[in-house]
């Protein structure tokens, strides 16, 4: 039997089926608020209620970062670990590491300033689509497809405390069905893929797209798992895009995966796989 700590900062649906399917397969589990954690220099695991493993499932990138940064600091298996925290929670290093590994995605640009991003538009042309740095459930991804509308988002943005507000992430409008693909990855491998269908160009079941199951070919798992691993494995969400004149490609690499959606199309066990794999990281 392993402890197996869940810790959240927003009880979901996911973590409270990753803690059935670990008392399931014989194993302790707790939900751990993260909120509720304060640790010092001497901290332990047992201190903390960190088990023999901690699945960290914060919606807040950097409550998470934290929460696996002092996981591994107590000697703790984290899933995810702080590298693919740091690798995932920012687009940019994420997106450049897909590149430097040969994985296609559509093109992207940075800028980091509001001159940058106008002087990118003026150059690449209308549209290109608008996201955060550091984000998720598609929250503050738009397409911009004029000037009048990038100098309405870069006003909104300057009036925010948030310095990742002060940098852009511009990414070709992919020319696709009017759906996405997402790829649940555990351990490199992928393990269930769905569509996520949508009428509009955000396609984040938490905005409102509608998971339907997808088969998982070989072309979509082995550009999954090349997705894995370029930022280091884990738990992961990859996805793609129909592209249709390349073919698929990657947009996003999310390390806090949501999989409400994907049990809906009745495709693999995915609490189970990832508690699989937190019970023999434990066990290493």
């Known amino acids: 039997m392993v402890r197996i700590a869940i810790a959240y900062d927003r009880l979901r649906v996911e973590e409270k089926m990753l803690a059935a399917s670990a008392r399931a397969l014989g194993h302790e589990a707790a939900t751990v608020d993260a909120k509720s954690i ?11 209620g960190l088990g023999d493993a901690v ?29 693919a925290f740091a690798r995932c929670g920012n687009k940019m290093f994420m997106t450049l590491l897909l590149q430097k590994a040969g994985v296609p995605t559509p093109r992207t640009h940075f800028a980091l300033s509001a001159e940058g991003a106008a002087a ?21 991804v738009m397409s911009v497809g004029d000037r009048d509308t990038l100098d309405a988002i870069v006003e909104s943005r300057s009036v925010t405390d948030s310095p990742h507000d002060r940098l852009y992430y511009l990414q070709e409008r992919v020319e696709r069905p009017p759906r996405d693909i997402r790829v649940i990855t555990v351990g490199g491998e992928a393990v269930a893929a769905m ?9 984040n079941v938490a905005a409102g797209a509608a998971p339907r199951a997808c088969e998982l070919t070989p072309e ?33 690499v999310n390390s806090t995966v ?6 809906s199309t009745g495709q693999a066990d995915v609490p189970a796989a990832i508690v699989g794999f937190a019970a023999r990281a434990a066990r290493a």
Do not use: Q
């Open 38 to 48: 304060e640790a010092g220099t001497a901290a332990t695991a047992a201190s903390m």
């Open 55 to 83: 699945l960290v499932r914060c919606v807040s990138h950097h409550r998470g970062a934290c929460v696996a940064a002092l996981a591994e600091f107590a000697g703790v298996p984290a899933i995810n670990a702080l590298d």
């Open 120 to 140: 990118c538009l003026e150059r690449e042309g209308y549209p290109l689509v608008i996201k955060p740095l550091v984000g998720s459930w598609g929250r503050g």
């Open 195 to 203: 569509y996520r269908e949508s009428s509009g160009f955000r396609t």
């Open 220 to 252: 979509i798992a082995e550009l999954a798992a090349r997705a894995s691993d370029a930022v280091g494995g884990g738990v992961l969400g990859v996805d793609m895009m129909e592209d249709r004149r390349r073919g698929i490609v990657v947009h996003e």
């Open 258 to 263: 949501e999989f409400r959606g994907m049990a």
